[in-house]
């Protein structure tokens, strides 16, 4: 099924032409339509009743994830075909356990094994009706630079903090790498628009495999509801800024409407990438954090997954796992076993673990012969040489320790590295007296949680070991600062890995710790562990993920941008663009006309270097000013003296200096004040507390006008600029709490002004005195573009509600780009707003049939 989603998106790639696979069976429940809900009627949606609630009970599910949770067997020779079954450690197939049974799940994935693809319809065939699994079939020299290549030689090292700072540290960034990866999820995305229907299903999306997945998603379908977790680590800005596609992959996230981490500190890693790369500022309201983005609210879950408790239960109850703890006892009579489970790559730290357990041995000769450390490591999930020398080192490591330190019938390290079954790993535990998770960076590492319940065991294991069943048990854990599950276990001992003297100390700490001490550190996290299983983890995401798509029916959304810029504006659904034909129509038939227009940002660019007004648009004020129908007032936070020199040849021109402060009918007026300030004595309170906060913030400065004080960190880093605007807020709210200003926060400012000093108190008082002199206005168009522009729109369309304008008033309050805004309308940017008055100045050209003295409607605002 070719989807119209993909047009443009290959623009970031080698500019081929986009292939599509064509996938297998469908569903019954298939969006058969290309575009069917992101091209409906816009009128249609916005009727949509605003009381209608969605529930993930009555929802469909799609699991997206880089592998099904499906094991695949070929048959033997002869028969031919394959045998499948669940995979029940993955995690995809466990957290169904959060959802409610009448909940239908669909699988979206790749298979571990490769299939012919002669084979791949039948196969498509099977798992669709057996499973419920939509395979994804990725050719095998693709699949290679995407996984091995683009996510574990470029993503992960990344994420784990690793630099490519050298060719054998990871390797450069490769474009063909990423080329492949972005190519890969356009395929799961494919397979998702298979089967997805988007009024209904919950879309969610999992791991680092899949990160520009939800733009192609929302491209298609403007509100799917989609969810997306990440299961490793989100790293530090200062290490994620030097990933070439940060931008891309940063905008693709937030194209989901819930993203998922485990631990706040990876969640502000990356709230702190989209402040300093995007500019966008998040926000915490009663207790939920979000990102504004163009009208989206993109929420941000907090929640370290789970084990699941049923699987590791049945596992101890296995006749195999009691053997296996029986010869274990029996192996290491008389030893205190210490144990460490990880894979064999270099972010574990196994080498570092025993170094620590080799100076703990030379430290305290009175553990040697009592105390072993019993290595597990799992095959490595990467390839590579740093994989090599990881296991080199570890073999030479336990070689050395066992050389030193051991004698007849003790071995101090016993190191397995073949891959053991899952109860053979579950017997280790329940005989360990310590685990060990060291790891130097690691996601959300399962091993802890795993050994608490081990450590819980049953009846029959209790008998094995020759325990007392109704003894409260015991466990310790010594863990790494860096790893997910760390700050959910406070009980155990928290190490920093590289510091193999506080390693080796932990573990002597654990071993003579008292019992009642082990049994309380139990007790507190086993209630914590099984409380927060799987299950919970699921389930609390899948709430926090419906109560974050509740008002997706409600928005009017469109798409723009290009290529992996893609993103969707969602919007009120009386907020439309502005025609030109219709408000030049308006234009033509009114006759009492106020026109206010916001400066910087609206008549010129405001990222510009230069802000001066250029010639063409000192013209189009000009044009509009010659029309006796027409009052134009500029209103700017600018200071009237700028102002003044800036304007000089438009004479009919109106303008409002210092956000209305100051204000000037026309050119040949005096300057007058909207209000009565008798004194600016606390500026002598507020400069001095400024000033102290402009020393100690690299890149802020004070603006100092006549009416206001503004402290500008526009040039500051953007994290600490945003904490110390916070602090100076409080300190002069503090300091000005008896004085007659505001303290104001905006876009990298903070301001004191006069109270009542905003620009809604010019639009107000225009009105107003056109009023007076019997000049009802009948046409208003106000345009801004930032938050202050924000109090003039608001009076405007008051005014609207409250009669004050002509019974046929025609009325256009105009943001300049699409975002949320008490206007009604929009136009893109500034060049649009341009070609727009150059309309209005030319309709006012072609009704210029009779001279009207100038003086006759010109309107003072008159000075309270």
């Known amino acids: 099924m ?84 669940w995979d029940e450690d993955s995690l995809l197939l466990q957290l169904k356990d959060g959802l409610r049974e009448d909940v239908e799940v669909i699988y979206v994935g790749s298979l571990k094994e490769e299939i012919d693809p002669s084979e791949q319809d039948d196969v498509a065939q099977t798992l669709l009706e057996t499973f419920k699994c939509v395979p994804a079939f990725i050719p095998p020299e693709l699949f290679s630079k995407f996984y091995h290549g683009f996510c574990k030689q470029h993503l992960w ?66 509100r799917v509801k989609l969810g997306f977790f990440l299961h490793s680590p989100f790293p530090s800005s200062e290490i994620y800024r030097t990933l070439p596609v940060r931008d891309e992959l940063l905008r693709a996230l937030l194209n989901s409407d819930l993203i998922g981490f485990h631990t706040f ?101 009175d553990k040697r012969g009592k105390v072993v450390l019993v290595q597990i490591a799992n095959p490595a999930r990467g390839r590579g040489k740093d994989v090599q020398e990881v296991q080199s080192e570890t073999y030479a490591t336990v070689k050395r320790i066992n050389q030193i330190f051991g004698r007849s019938g003790y071995q101090p390290v016993v190191l397995i590295d073949t891959p053991l079954q899952f109860y053979e790993r579950i017997s280790y535990y329940v005989i360990a007296e310590c685990c060990l998770v060291t790891a130097v960076r690691d996601g959300m590492n399962l091993i802890p949680y795993e050994y608490i319940i081990s450590r819980q065991g049953n009846e029959k294991l209790d008998e094995t070991l020759g ?61 914590y562990v099984s409380t927060h299983d799987v299950a919970y983890w699921a389930r609390s995401f899948l709430q926090d993920l419906e109560r974050a798509c509740r008002d997706h029916v409600r928005r009017r959304c469109w798409g723009i941008g290009f290529g992996l810029g893609f993103r969707v504006i969602a919007l009120d659904p009386s907020f439309r663009k502005l025609s030109v034909e219709h408000i030049v129509s308006a234009y033509k038939r009114t006759k009492n006309r106020a026109i206010l227009l916001d400066y910087d940002g609206t008549m010129t660019v405001q990222s510009s270097m230069s802000t001066s007004p250029k010639v063409e648009n000192i013209e189009i004020l000009n044009n509009l000013c010659r029309d006796p129908k027409n009052v134009v007032f500029i209103v700017s936070g600018k200071d009237r003296k700028t102002l003044t020199q800036w304007f000089s040849s438009c004479e009919r021109l109106g303008i409002a200096a210092e956000h209305g402060y100051f204000v000037r009918p026309e050119q040949n007026a005096e300057w007058e004040t909207c209000i009565a300030v008798p004194d600016f004595y606390w500026k002598q309170i507020a400069e001095p507390v400024m000033q102290l906060y402009t020393e100690t913030t690299d890149g802020s400065f004070i603006d100092t006008k006549e009416s206001a004080l503004v402290w500008n960190y526009q040039y500051a880093d953007p994290d600490f600029g945003i904490c110390q ?30 109270q009542g000093v905003n620009k809604g108190l010019i639009a107000e008082r225009l009105l107003a005195t056109m009023r007076q002199k019997q000049m009802l206005p009948d046409f208003v168009l106000c345009i801004g573009d930032d938050r202050s522009d924000e109090d003039m729109f608001e009076v405007i369309m008051r005014a609207v509600a409250n009669a004050s304008l002509s019974p046929v008033a025609e009325v256009f309050a105009c943001t300049v780009g699409q975002k949320p805004s008490k206007a009604k309308y929009y136009l893109e940017d500034t060049p649009e707003i341009l070609r727009m008055l150059q309309g209005l100045g030319a309709a006012a050209s072609e009704q210029s049939t009779k001279a009207i003295s100038p003086s006759s409607q010109r309107v003072i605002i008159e000075k309270e």
């Open 2 to 85: 070719v989807s119209r989603s993909y047009s443009n998106l290959l623009d970031l790639t080698s500019g081929d032409p986009p292939t599509f696979s064509q996938g297998g069976k469908k569903l019954s429940r298939v969006a058969t339509l290309p575009g069917k809900l992101s091209e409906l009627d816009e009128e249609s949606r916005s009727n949509v009743s605003s009381d209608a609630q969605s529930s993930v009970s009555e929802e469909r599910m799609i699991i997206v994830g880089n592998q099904l949770p499906i094991r695949a067997h070929r048959r033997s020779e002869g028969k031919g075909g394959w045998n499948f079954s």
């Open 157 to 222: 090292p990344l994420f784990h903090y690793m630099l490519p700072l050298s060719p054998d540290l990871g390797g450069r960034f490769d474009r063909s790498l990423w080329q492949a990866y972005v190519s890969v999820n356009k395929i799961f995305a494919d397979k998702v628009m298979e089967v997805i229907s988007p009024d209904d299903d919950f879309v969610w999306v999992h791991d680092y495999h899949l990160m520009v997945l939800p733009t192609f998603l929302r491209k298609r379908f403007n």
């Open 265 to 365: 500190d990876y969640a502000r890693h990356f709230l702190s990438c989209c402040s300093r790369m995007l500019g966008i500022s998040y926000q915490s309201k009663r207790g939920y954090i979000g990102l504004e983005y163009y009208g989206r609210t993109v929420s941000i879950k907090i929640l370290p997954v789970g084990i699941h408790m049923g699987q590791l239960q049945s596992v101890l109850d296995l006749p195999e796992t009691e053997a296996k703890v029986a010869e274990l006892r029996d192996q290491f009579t008389g030893q205190t076993v210490l144990l460490g489970v990880d894979d064999m790559d270099i972010f574990k730290g196994i080498s570092l673990k025993l170094l620590a357990f080799e100076q703990l041995l030379t430290q305290h000769p």
């Open 467 to 527: 325990m007392n069943p109704s003894t409260p048990k015991k466990s310790m854990l010594v863990v790494s600062e860096f790893i997910g599950c760390s700050p959910s276990l406070s009980g155990a001992i928290r190490v920093n890995p590289w510091n193999t003297d506080s390693v080796a100390e932990a573990m002597d700490s654990a071993l003579v710790v008292s019992q009642a001490e082990k049994q309380m550190r139990h007790e507190k996290h086993y209630r």
């Open 725 to 754: 605007a916070k602090e100076l807020q409080d300190h002069l709210e503090s300091v000005l709490n008896n004085e007659p200003v505001s303290v104001k926060s905006g876009q990298h400012i903070v301001e004191v002004k006069p």
